[in-house]
């Protein structure tokens, strides 16, 4: 079975600092990988796509590589702002969506 | 664009009733829409796909006779748990999928709705 591995639950940052958080997944590489932001109790919202022949993706503050061959996605925040703390998904795209456990992210002012 | 409402947020209900969650695409046709349910501090875990028209495709694990879809529009989706007992007790979360074309799978959630059976 698909496994995804977010390589923490949990990452402290001060304000102004890269954040950056890994997604490292098994078996089967997906055409598109997916990052999303779920804040505590609400649904998840769509961040960033990243197709499997793109090896960078930028959308403002926000930075996505995938390396096939290492099997794994890195999600950069810079800048990082106390609004940016949340948790972060990644989810791969196989047909249906493989949603890791996210890593909660904590930026301090 | 491409707002899904989820309802309601929260519910309370005792042991041995149903429960009925609805979702609806606000601004957008979702000829599919997908059921999660998630535990604390764990992945979403896909129980179902709901397409418009026909029946529900379950993942393994997952009893279709507990948990109903019904994808009666376009636009609206809903899920009943019946029968819950407090191990069904979770957060349960609806998408819908919004096809972009070869970008098919960027999925647009619902708030979440909150189950707590006693």
């Known amino acids: 079975s698909q496994k995804i591995e977010q390589n923490s639950e949990a990452l402290n940052i001060q304000e102004g600092k890269t954040a950056t958080l890994t997604c490292n997944y098994t078996?089967?590489?997906?055409?598109?990988l997916q990052w999303y932001r779920q804040d505590p109790g609400r649904g998840p919202v769509f961040l960033l796509l990243?197709?499997?022949?793109?090896k960078e993706k930028r959308k403002e503050r926000l930075k996505v590589t995938f390396d096939t061959t290492l099997k794994q996605s890195l999600f950069h925040i810079t800048a990082s702002q106390p609004a940016d703390s949340a948790t972060y998904l990644c989810?791969?795209?196989?047909?249906?969506?493989?949603f890791g456990r996210g890593t909660q992210l904590t930026v301090w002012p | 664009g491409a707002v899904v409402s989820q309802h309601p947020s929260w519910v309370i209900c005792k042991s041995g009733t149903s429960v009925k969650i609805e979702c609806r695409s606000l601004?957008?046709?979702?000829?599919?829409m997908f059921w999660y349910r998630q535990f604390p501090k764990q992945s979403l875990m896909l129980m179902a796909t709901s397409n418009e028209g026909s029946k529900a495709t379950y993942e393994q694990g997952v009893e279709k006779d507990k948990f109903l879809i019904n994808h009666a529009s376009l636009t609206l989706s809903t899920l009943t748990v019946t029968s819950a007992h407090p191990e069904d007790s979770s957060f349960y979360i609806c998408?819908?999928?919004?096809?972009?074309?070869?970008?098919?799978?960027?999925?647009?959630f619902g708030a979440g709705t909150r189950l707590s059976v006693l």
């Open positions: 990243i197709r499997e022949n793109e």
């Open positions: 998408s819908a999928a919004l096809d972009r074309g070869k970008a098919k799978n960027i999925q647009y």
């Open positions: 989810a791969l795209d196989l047909g249906r969506l493989y």
């Open positions: 078996n089967y590489s997906p055409a598109y």
């Open positions: 601004d957008f046709q979702a000829t599919t």
